[in-house]
């Protein structure tokens, strides 16, 4: 399979995504100071060791940088209006932090959405232009198939988690008028709505496990180091006695997703 971008073009493709979140952290934290004070005291330095002026100006200056990279990387490529995905990123993360967060699942769908971006911007940026041709004739069906896999379990997850810390910050996020779902629902209904996405993510996983049951290295790795911490997520969420316990399932998933994008190289390798 050839690729469009050299080892330095990735690192700025990477960089330019990297920017637009780190951006879209900042400003999330300017706006949720007041929650924050109930949900995290003294974690959200904003306003306290960091002024919201300088925080602000660090906010537009990687904003900026990361959509003006988006659009070089795209006109390196020969596909100029790829740098749009940046500028849409950074419009959802703009709403996100002034808005979407505060409705009822809308925020977790946007926070998911943009954990995938990294993957689509690979196949975007650096798989497709290089394989134009062999792409319209099916040969890499296949290939896209599995970054589209990759895709879909970086949303999940991140769907997952982004409930399971609305749970956490459910008192701050009630006093600044919230709709997530932990606010308008009851615990009872949160519980089932995260074990049941859970259950299905696992089976999903293990019905994966099967299909590549040849493979001991890629079969034992699945097992330990992505389904065994889901059911231990799925298992501390199940029997929680209140949302503040819940930040070991949170911790949980967040190695679910991690070592889950790791197995691509695992993958790969096999």
Same mark, same amino acid.
């Given at each position: 399979?050839?690729?469009?971008?050299?080892?330095?073009?990735?690192?700025?493709?990477?960089?330019?995504?990297?920017?637009?979140?780190?951006?879209?952290?900042?400003?999330?934290?300017?706006?949720?100071?007041?929650?924050?004070?109930?949900?995290?005291?003294?974690?959200? =330095?904003?306003?306290?060791?960091?002024?919201?002026?300088?925080?602000?100006?660090?906010?537009?200056?990687?904003?900026?940088?990361?959509?003006?990279? +988006?659009?070089?990387?795209?006109?390196?490529? @020969?596909?100029?209006?790829?740098?749009?995905?940046?500028?849409?990123?950074?419009?959802?993360?703009?709403?996100?932090?002034?808005?979407?967060?505060?409705?009822?699942?809308?925020?977790?769908?946007?926070?998911?959405?943009?954990?995938?971006?990294?993957?689509?911007?690979?196949?975007?940026?650096?798989?497709?232009?290089?394989?134009?041709?062999?792409?319209?004739?099916?040969?890499?069906?296949?290939?896209?198939?599995?970054?589209? @896999?990759?895709?879909?379990?970086?949303?999940?997850?991140?769907?997952?988690?982004?409930?399971?810390? /609305?749970?956490?910050?459910?008192?701050? /996020?009630?006093?600044?008028? +919230?709709?997530? =779902?932990?606010?308008?629902?009851?615990?009872?209904?949160?519980?089932?709505?995260?074990? @049941?996405?859970?259950?299905?993510?696992?089976?999903?996983?293990?019905?994966?496990?099967?299909?590549?049951?040849?493979?001991?290295?890629?079969?034992?790795?699945?097992?330990?180091?992505?389904?065994?911490? =889901?059911?231990?997520?799925?298992?501390?969420?199940?029997?929680?006695?209140?949302?503040?316990?819940?930040?070991?399932?949170?911790?949980?998933?967040?190695?679910?997703?991690?070592?889950?994008?790791?197995?691509?190289?695992?993958?790969?390798?096999?």
């Amino acid at each position: 399979m050839a690729t469009s971008l050299s080892g330095f073009q990735y690192f700025l493709l990477m960089f330019s995504v990297m920017s637009l979140m780190a951006g879209g952290n900042i400003i999330n934290d300017v706006y949720d100071k007041t929650a924050d004070r109930i949900n995290k005291p003294g974690k959200n =330095l904003i306003g306290v060791k960091i002024p919201e002026k300088r925080a602000r100006i660090v906010y537009w200056a990687l904003s900026i940088i990361g959509m003006l990279l +988006g659009y070089f990387m795209g006109y390196t490529v @020969g596909i100029g209006m790829l740098g749009g995905i940046h500028l849409i990123a950074f419009f959802l993360l703009w709403m996100y932090s002034t808005d979407f967060k505060h409705r009822l699942f809308l925020g977790n769908f946007v926070v998911a959405l943009l954990s995938s971006l990294v993957i689509v911007c690979i196949v975007l940026f650096d798989v497709i232009p290089a394989n134009q041709d062999m792409i319209r004739t099916g040969k890499y069906n296949n290939l896209l198939f599995i970054f589209l @896999g990759y895709s879909i379990f970086a949303f999940v997850t991140t769907f997952i988690r982004e409930i399971i810390k /609305d749970a956490q910050d459910v008192k701050g /996020d009630k006093r600044m008028g +919230g709709k997530t =779902l932990p606010v308008v629902a009851s615990a009872k209904v949160v519980k089932i709505s995260i074990v @049941g996405l859970q259950i299905l993510l696992a089976l999903s996983l293990i019905a994966i496990t099967y299909y590549f049951r040849n493979s001991l290295s890629l079969v034992g790795y699945i097992l330990v180091l992505i389904i065994l911490p =889901l059911i231990l997520s799925t298992y501390s969420v199940a029997n929680a006695k209140g949302y503040e316990n819940w930040g070991f399932a949170s911790k949980l998933m967040k190695l679910v997703m991690i070592f889950g994008i790791l197995s691509v190289v695992v993958f790969t390798y096999v």
